[in-house]
């Protein structure tokens, strides 16, 4: 199958469910309010790319590669970012709903969320190494044995993080948020 390479290309309103995108790479390319639900985005490049109020829920990563991009205001639910191209993987994401996606054993380092949902979200045996997740709801999120060290969770909520089973050393959390570390021992803190 031929490849496209596309640079410097704005995206506006497609609904790439009724007209796939072309697999290739995408270079510093824009895409605006378009609908990729269920849609198959495997094999397909993205450098430096903009994903601005996209629905992407559900759509399937097989080896997609994400470099540099950055997705706000999108809904992204269910996505497996773990079938994503590891290479080069680097994203950051704000006001976006990823709930119930999957970032199982991705090398993710110094990501920013911000203002995210990440209701049951699997980041078991992920690398997040000084990531931030500011103002962000981590209710149901699962960290399981996953690398937090530096990681920033000063204004996110409703986490649940056992610090047996993760490694935290330098995380930075905040009152009364913190107090979810201890969630594992069944115990009753009173004011």
């Known amino acids: ?5 596309t640079t410097d290309k704005s995206f506006t309103q497609i609904d790439f469910q009724k007209t796939s995108l072309l697999k290739g790479e995408y270079e510093n390319c824009s895409f605006i309010n378009c609908d990729f639900s269920n849609s198959d985005l495997s094999d397909t490049a993205f450098a430096e790319c903009k994903f601005t ?13 994400f470099r540099e991009c950055k997705f ?18 680097s994203i950051s994401l ?4 990823l709930s119930h996606a999957s970032f199982f054993k991705t090398k993710i380092k110094n990501t920013i969320f911000k203002n995210c ?6 980041f078991s045996e992920c690398d997040l190494t000084g990531s931030v997740f500011e103002n962000c709801d981590l209710a149901g999120a699962t ?4 690398n937090l060290e530096k990681a920033d969770f000063t204004t996110a909520f ?10 935290i050393k ?4 905040a009152l009364p948020g913190v107090l979810a570390l201890l969630n594992k021992h069944d115990i009753v803190i009173v004011n």
């Open 72 to 89: 706000k205001e999108c809904k992204m639910l269910g996505l497996q970012f773990n079938d994503c191209n590891p290479f080069g993987l």
């Open 143 to 146: 960290f399981d044995n996953t």
């Open 170 to 173: 330098k995380a930075k959390f």
């Open 1 to 5: 199958m031929k490849q496209t390479y």
């Open 53 to 65: 109020g996209c629905n992407l829920s559900l759509a399937k990563l097989t080896k997609t590669a």
């Open 94 to 97: 704000s006001n976006c709903n």
């Open 117 to 122: 949902q990440l209701l049951e979200t699997d």
């Open 158 to 167: 409703n986490y649940s993080i056992n610090p047996d089973n993760n490694r």
